[in-house]
């Protein structure tokens, strides 16, 4: 049997907004919007307009990564992006953060908190804890070696069950909720000021934290059925519906408790059914957590190996990671690995502090990713664009100046952090020139 050396574009443009919209949410919406409302004063104004700002933020790089998609629809994503514009090297440390700390300990975060859930519903002792979360890792990553329409699918449905029911908490807290018109409810009463800036800012980490994700679709342009139409269409209606069900969910919250409710908690979607039906009802929300929870895991193992399958295509990873398995055709090994180096994370425990070090460097390769835009116009004027980013220069300049500010804030406040961060991302050095090598020996 010949073993296929290409990924089969089989992917829809219903596939590709429910894959945006799938790995972004996880349990994010569920527990951020307390801690922004507190962050910004618990002024209900201010935090609408950290959330607005927020979902600006991640449209403008939608659009951005719409026209590179366009042009690129390769395997990889932000890996060819920055490969193409930028040079072997700085591609390569993209894809080495990712898979040493990034969307590994995030597939590693993801399932620790499916463990956390899962012991609201049924004891686990230590023990059954850390088996939940590898069980878990290690059923996603099943379902995506056994093939990438098997995969979608299982992301089609867990998406809408938790886009159904974050709707229709929201619908009941409009319904039977009276929070707009409580005594404790402010709205841009707050006086400007820098330390009003300042809060609104850590507020605005918060926001792009429960918006992260939406990038890694890029990573599945080379599996899309005619991705020069599709590709752009499916990452900017993701975010676009990606920012309606953020804000709608956030409105529904507030009706249901109120400003000073909301604000008042980290389980704001458990304190809303608790409020609205009782703390029996309650329980609803873990199971919507949990599928949402494995979606978004689902959504990690559906797109982040395929920039490692395109690494090892290029001779900079492990060459057996650029197989395509002869039967499902997927890249099976690349599923594989990483499923394991992040059951390998979840189990030791520390992943929260990998994850610590180096978050911030995704904001790094998110502006390097936007910047190529930039320079693939200048090198290649002439190369086929079927979706041009609206805006341009302005669109692509506003969301790396975003990212760039996210960084240097992070830079000064946590300088030893950031520099741990860096000193990980670094290792990728050395890597890439003992891959390097081994590729010119094989070649001599």
């Keep these: 049997m010949t073993v296929p050396r290409e990924l089969a574009r089989v992917l829809t443009l219903r596939d590709l907004v429910l894959i945006v919209v799938g790995t972004t949410i996880g349990s994010g919406i569920f527990t951020v919007p307390g ?41 990889g994503g932000s890996y060819v992006y920055v490969r193409e514009a930028f040079g072997s090297l700085p591609a390569f ?32 002792p230590p023990a059954a804890h850390d088996f939940a979360a590898v069980a878990m890792i290690a059923a996603v990553a099943a379902v995506n070696i056994r093939g990438v329409r098997h995969a979608a699918s299982v992301q089609n449905w867990s998406t809408g069950l938790k886009v159904a029911a974050i709707l229709a908490l929201a619908a009941a807290g409009f319904a039977l909720g009276d929070g707009f018109h409580g005594t404790g409810t402010r709205a841009f009463i707050t006086p400007l000021s820098l330390a009003l800036l300042s809060a609104a800012g850590v507020a605005l980490l918060g926001v792009l934290w429960a918006y992260e994700g939406w990038q890694n679709v890029t990573n599945s342009a080379g599996e899309a059925r005619d991705p020069q139409r599709t590709f752009a269409r499916g990452i900017g209606l993701g975010t676009a519906a990606l920012v309606a069900i953020y804000l709608t969910a956030n409105a529904g919250y507030v009706a249901a408790l109120g400003a000073a409710g909301v604000a008042a908690t980290d389980r704001v979607a458990a304190d809303v059914v608790r409020t609205l039906f009782g703390s029996d009802a309650a329980r609803v929300v873990t199971l919507v957590i949990l599928v949402s929870i494995f979606s978004a895991a689902n959504g990690l193992a559906l797109t982040g190996p395929r920039m490692y399958f395109a690494m090892a295509r290029d001779g900079v990873f492990f060459r057996s990671l650029a197989d395509v398995h002869p039967r499902f055709g997927t890249p099976a090994l690349a599923v594989a690995v990483s499923a394991l180096w992040a059951m390998l994370l979840a189990v030791s425990g520390t992943f929260e502090q990998l994850f610590t070090y180096v978050v911030f460097a995704s904001w790094i390769f998110a502006a390097l990713a936007a910047a190529s835009v930039f320079v693939l116009r200048r090198r290649r004027p002439d190369a086929p664009r079927p979706f041009r980013v609206p805006g341009y220069p302005v669109t692509p300049a506003l969301f790396i100046a975003a990212a760039a500010a996210i960084v240097g804030n992070t830079i000064v406040a946590r300088p030893a952090q950031a520099l741990i961060g860096l000193g990980i991302v670094a290792t990728g050095v050395p890597a890439y020139f ?5 590729r010119r020996r094989r070649r001599e």
């Design 434 to 438: 003992t891959w390097t090598w081994h």
């Design 35 to 75: 801690a922004v409302l507190r962050q910004s004063g618990g002024d209900l104004g201010v935090a609408l307009v950290v959330w607005v700002v927020g979902s600006v933020l991640a449209l403008l790089g939608a659009l951005t990564f719409g026209e590179l998609g366009a042009m690129l629809p390769d395997a």
């Design 93 to 124: 440390l993209l894809g080495w953060a990712l898979f040493l700390a990034i969307n590994t300990v995030s597939t590693a975060t993801l399932a620790v908190a499916f463990a956390n859930y899962l012991g609201e519903l049924v004891p686990l």
